[in-house]
């Protein structure tokens, strides 16, 4: 995001977060698609040791999470569902590989991730995955641009999005063949971790009503939680111009 407001990227791929922050900050960017919306891919993940049955045994642990991202107002639902605030555990703030390592090495007692980490966590003993976000929420990711770089090249946003969505077909038709090439770009041997978090993500392209409104509660659950300032009205920062013609394919 820091790239694409210096002006040195034309479209992004990024967690809603990052999206809301971009347009409170007064950025010219649009939603046009998305790359990911899934109610499994993100999930708590626990050390068995910790004795973490439900969300209120998470009082007095420590938890990590990575600030900044979709995933850090998740952290806060848990702990409101389990009666509990972020007064009540010891956040550390990790990412990616790191939430993992801390997880198996006993330094954090949970974490909330994303896949494929939260099946790399979970792939090791001792480690149990005890909730994603079924009763919650969909978790959904655009893909954005501005409104500026839209208008002067339409037709090339349609071929990259049109692309897109080729591949995602191609993806879903294609799991195990998929999930090697992501994991040998990656430059990762943990195949069956990033096969599962294919299966459990949804990547169609099309910006579909119900993503639209996936989308405004994310807003909403980020302005309750103080994680963004200010309420967004999502509708004012889409653009589905595309989505109608992908859908008319």
């Known amino acids: 995001m820091e790239a694409y407001t210096a002006g040195e990227l034309d479209i992004v791929e990024t967690g ?19 790359y990911s919306a899934s109610v499994e891919d993100n999930a708590l993940v626990v050390r ?6 439900e969300f209120s045994d998470l009082a007095g642990k420590t938890v990590t999470v990575p600030f900044g991202t979709n995933i850090q107002p998740l952290l806060y639902e848990y702990l409101e569902a389990g009666g509990l605030t972020e007064d009540d555990v ?10 993992v390592n801390a997880l198996v090495d006993g330094d954090v007692d949970a974490a909330v991730m994303w896949e494929p980490y939260v099946s790399s966590a979970a792939a090791n003993d001792g480690i149990t995955i005890l909730a994603d976000t079924s009763d919650f929420r969909t978790f959904v990711c655009p893909i954005s641009s501005s409104s500026t770089y839209i208008a002067e090249n339409t037709e090339t946003v349609e071929k990259i999005l049109r692309a897109l969505s080729r591949a995602s077909e191609w993806a879903e038709e294609n799991k195990e063949e998929a999930a090697e ?17 294919l299966e459990k993500s949804n990547s169609s392209v099309p910006l579909t009503d119900e993503k639209i409104e996936a989308l405004q509660l994310g807003a ?13 009205d999502i509708e004012q920062y889409i653009d589905t111009q595309f989505t109608d013609a992908l859908l008319e394919e």
């Open 16 to 34: 809603d977060l990052p999206f809301l922050n971009a347009i409170l900050n007064g950025v010219d960017i649009v939603a046009i698609g998305t």
């Open 48 to 53: 068995d040791d910790a004795d973490i049955q």
């Open 90 to 99: 010891e956040i550390v703030n990790l990412s990616g590989n790191d939430e």
């Open 181 to 197: 090439l992501t994991a040998n770009y990656f430059g990762s041997d943990n195949t069956d971790a990033v096969l599962i978090s």
């Open 220 to 232: 909403d659950v980020c302005y309750q939680y103080g994680i963004i300032s200010e309420e967004v």
